[in-house]
Nanobody
Framework: QVELAESGGGSVQAGGSLRLSCTAS?????MAWFRQTPGKEREGLAV??????RYADSVKGRFTISLDDTKKTVFLEMNNLKPDDSGTYIC????????????????????WGNGTLVTVSS
């Protein structure tokens, strides 16, 4: 069982930046960030493994995912935030390498954090 703990959410004005962190209790093949907003399906945003990160089109060029040296803490640097970026940001970890390398967003994530709330005001 991998436990995940997110931090770094908060409120920011449009155009601002936030940095989210998530620490896993064990190292896994990849870690990812998802976003959940009321009435919408959970949206995959970014995933990182030992291969180049993958991003959703909605955040490409604005968000950057990275890992620390232990590979157990993942960061999401969010710049030029928009009101549509508001939501609960949830960290995920996956222990299946195939999902990490080429899996579609619904297949990524064996373990999940509780989420951290991000609110972007206009």
């Amino acid at each position: 069982q991998v436990e995940l703990a997110e931090s770094g959410g908060g409120s920011v004005q449009a155009g601002g930046s936030l940095r989210l962190s998530c620490t896993a209790s064990y190292k896994t093949y990849c870690m990812a960030w998802f976003r959940q907003t009321p009435g919408k399906e959970r949206e995959g945003l970014a995933v990182i493994s030992d291969r180049p990160p993958r991003y959703a089109d909605s955040v490409k060029g604005r968000f950057t995912i990275s890992l620390d040296d232990t590979k157990k803490t993942v960061f999401l640097e969010m710049n030029n935030l928009k009101p549509d970026d508001s939501g609960t940001y949830i960290c995920a970890a996956d222990v299946h390498i195939a999902d990490c390398y080429a899996g579609s967003w619904p297949h990524i994530g064996d373990y999940w954090g509780n989420g951290t709330l991000v609110t972007v005001s206009s």
